[in-house]
């Protein structure tokens, strides 16, 4: 079975600093799919990144990108500039043939 | 476009109702799934459908029924509720019959039973 590893229940950053959210996997598949999720108090699942697993290059969107790992099964997310609306919080989660979330990263951003 | 709706947004039952949470998409996507969220559990999937007529059961099915009559809708029903199903339920459909594509959620209910 498939397993996704959130090592960090809580994390704070600085507004404007940057922030990395871990995450590990554990899986036997070749072919799957990566993302990372973002929940606002608004409870709204939001898609924030994804990447492929057959893709080496890291996927990047605006101030979120990811360090891919595949042989040490690591998928961190970096948030660069950090705003008060990043402030929520950020789910791993694993494709294959289910989906798979990790526990979640709660992420404060301070002004 | 409505994306991924859900109703109730919010319900209350008693011990040994039944009710049913609605979900439907406009997106015209093959597969749709139920999860839970629970604190300090993340989400964990309840059951899913590659398509109109083919359901399966996720991590957590017992207690939960559902059906795919339709490409556009996918209840879920809760047959005799017990306090343990307080949750908040999300409901997800993705483009192909497959997981593996990015999933669009819904607003989500949330339920207690008590």
């Known amino acids: 079975a498939q397993t996704v590893t959130q090592s960090q229940p809580e994390m704070s950053v600085q507004e404007a600093e940057t922030v990395t959210l871990s995450c590990t996997y554990d899986?036997?598949?070749?072919?799957?799919?990566l993302f990372w999720y973002k929940q606002p108090p608004s409870r709204q699942m939001i898609l924030v990144i994804r990447?492929?697993?057959?893709?080496?290059q890291n996927a990047t969107e605006n101030r979120f990108s990811v360090n891919f790992q595949k042989a040490a099964k690591s998928f961190s997310l970096k948030i660069s500039d950090s705003q008060l609306g990043d402030t929520a919080m950020y789910f791993c989660a694993f494709s294959g043939n289910q989906f798979y979330f990790g526990t979640g990263t709660s992420l404060t951003v301070i002004p | 476009n409505a994306g991924v709706t859900q109703t109730p947004k919010f319900q209350v039952l008693k011990t040994g109702q039944s009710m049913t949470l609605q979900c439907a998409q406009d997106m015209n996507h093959e597969y749709m799934s139920w999860y839970r969220q629970d604190p300090g559990m993340g989400l964990r999937l309840i059951h899913y459908?590659?398509?109109?007529?083919?359901?399966d059961q996720g991590e957590v099915p017992n207690g939960y029924n559902v059906s795919r009559s339709t490409t556009e809708d996918f209840p879920l029903r809760l047959l005799s509720a017990a306090p343990s199903q307080t949750s908040v339920y999300f409901c997800?459909?993705?483009?192909?019959?497959?997981?593996?594509?990015?999933?669009?959620f819904g607003p989500g209910t949330r339920l207690l039973v008590l």
């Open positions: 990447q492929e697993a057959y893709k080496q």
């Open positions: 997800a459909s993705s483009y192909f019959g497959s997981p593996q594509e990015t999933q669009y």
């Open positions: 899986t036997s598949e070749n072919n799957y799919y």
């Open positions: 459908s590659v398509g109109a007529g083919i359901t």
